[in-house]
């Protein structure tokens, strides 16, 4: 298995500019987190999917974000409009249920 | 709001000292990982604690989660560059939602 696979790598944009950052799961994995990770907030959650569904997006900044997942092997998370305190690294994680969560790479943004 | 502390915050030690890292809460979790990080990468997962008054060894690592399943520690022995990293604990609020200590960076100097 490849594993979670997040895309872009590295983004970097200007204030006001739409981010759409993007995740595909490991197949069989029910669950899907969306994590930010700053130096000075550390690994904080956005927000997570069960079976597609949001279940809590309770860690989701304000309504300039926005997470959706259409389908099992897809999600999306969406920022518009940008600002530079959004900068940081965005990890989407899967998991099959409870404990061992599965990381992607990261999706590095930066906003200028 | 629950909440995983961690300390020590950075530590930095030389090759073949022993060091211990604390991940402390108030709240009761029903399981508690241990994850890695290095740079440029992802969490990568090293244990998980379940039972209060757990022990788990991995090589020279022991992990042991508090009775009261709130606290976890993890011992390191004769430590290596190889371990230079990010350790984050992490703790399953219930319902699957796993929350984020802010972690303990280590740098082992050879």
């Known amino acids: 298995d490849a594993g979670v696979i997040q895309s872009p790598r590295h983004e970097v944009t200007e204030m006001g500019q739409e981010v759409t950052l993007r995740c595909k799961p490991i197949s069989g994995h029910d669950y899907l987190f969306w994590y930010r990770q700053t130096m000075m907030r550390g690994l904080e959650l956005l927000i997570y999917f069960n079976n597609n569904v949001p279940i809590d997006d309770s860690g989701m900044p304000e309504d300039r974000f926005s997470a959706k997942m259409p389908n099992a092997s897809f999600s999306t998370l969406k920022i518009q409009p940008s600002e530079p305190r959004d900068s940081a690294v965005y990890f989407c994680a899967t998991a099959e249920g409870p404990g061992e969560l599965f990381f992607g790479e990261g999706s590095r943004l930066t906003v200028l | 709001t629950q909440l995983l502390e961690q300390s020590p915050q950075f530590l930095s030690i030389q090759e073949g000292e022993n060091l211990t890292v604390y991940c402390n809460s108030s709240s009761v979790f029903s399981s508690l990982q241990w994850y890695r990080q290095e740079p440029g990468e992802g969490p990568v997962l090293l244990v998980t604690?379940?039972?209060?008054?757990e022990v788990k060894k991995l090589k020279r690592l022991t992990f042991q989660f508090g009775d009261a399943r709130k606290d976890s520690s993890l011992h390191i022995t004769a430590a290596q560059p190889g371990d230079t990293g990010l350790y984050l604990c992490a703790g399953d609020t219930g319902g699957f939602k796993t929350i984020f200590g802010a972690g303990t960076r280590l740098f082992v100097k050879a």
């Open positions: 604690v379940v039972t209060g008054g």
